[in-house]
């Protein structure tokens, strides 16, 4: 069974920066991509980043571009979000979500989110 | 940027009735269509991937049909644990982007 368990998440001030983590079992981590999708409360959802099963390839919503780093450690199963320069609008419940198998950017599983807020 | 439009905000139907739900996307996504139910506080939960193909799991009750911009997803008979908010994503261009949902309420 696939389990996808985020944590990190906190509350933290404009400018500030944290250390998202999901850590992944159940399936053959390095074989599939992972993205980070995000909802703001009471929002819909938002993609963030996502990353290949190599950690080689990575892309990112340009509202995040350069401000939010995605790795992974496929020795570790885990995969992660580095947010820096955080904003009122980064607000939000993160979600780890598993791409399917052959490289489809759709999401087959998910975790069940970790809250940032942003306030000061 | 792919803009995908969810119609209607809101849809209230009877249990045991069928409901319809629309999205539309700014440009062709072909039939790279997600829908995704989502419950309060909890996670989203992939329904129809393909535009048409039903994830594991899921119920035959629940369809999906379209391509190109105009995709609809049909629950045929509404179940109690069917009142849950809907959304569709588009997977053929990036960035990969939603639609704002619409909530399945009971009427």
């Known amino acids: 069974e696939v389990q996808l368990v985020e944590s990190g998440g906190g509350s933290v001030q404009p400018g500030g920066s944290l250390r998202l983590s999901c850590a992944a079992s159940?399936?053959?981590?390095?074989?599939?991509?992972m993205s980070w999708v995000r909802q703001a409360p009471g929002r819909g959802l938002e993609w963030v980043s996502s990353?290949?099963?190599?950690?080689?390839?990575?892309n990112y919503a340009d509202s995040v571009k350069g401000r939010f780093t995605i790795s992974r450690d496929n020795s570790k199963t885990t995969l992660y979000l580095q947010v820096s320069s955080l904003r009122a609008e980064d607000t939000a419940v993160y979600y780890c979500?598993?791409?399917?198998?052959?490289?489809?950017?759709?999401?087959?599983?998910w975790g069940q989110g970790t809250l940032v807020t942003v306030s000061s | 940027e792919i803009v995908m439009t969810q119609s209607p905000a809101t849809l209230s139907v009877s249990p045991g009735e069928r409901a319809t739900l629309s999205c539309r996307a700014s440009?062709?996504?072909?039939?790279?269509l997600a829908w995704y139910q989502q419950k309060p506080g909890q996670a989203p939960r992939l329904l129809i991937y393909?535009?048409?193909t039903r994830a594991t799991g899921i119920p035959a009750r629940f369809s999906g049909s379209g391509s190109g911009t105009g995709f609809t997803l049909t629950i045929s008979s509404l179940q109690s644990e069917d009142f849950a908010v809907y959304y569709c994503?588009?997977?053929?261009?990036?960035?990969?982007?939603f639609g704002q949902g619409t909530k399945l309420e009971i009427k």
């Open positions: 979500a598993k791409h399917p198998y052959g490289g489809y950017n759709f999401f087959d599983s």
């Open positions: 159940g399936f053959a981590f390095n074989s599939y991509a």
């Open positions: 990353i290949s099963g190599s950690g080689g390839g990575t």
């Open positions: 440009q062709s996504v072909s039939s790279n």
């Open positions: 393909g535009a048409s």
């Open positions: 994503q588009q997977y053929n261009n990036w960035p990969y982007t």
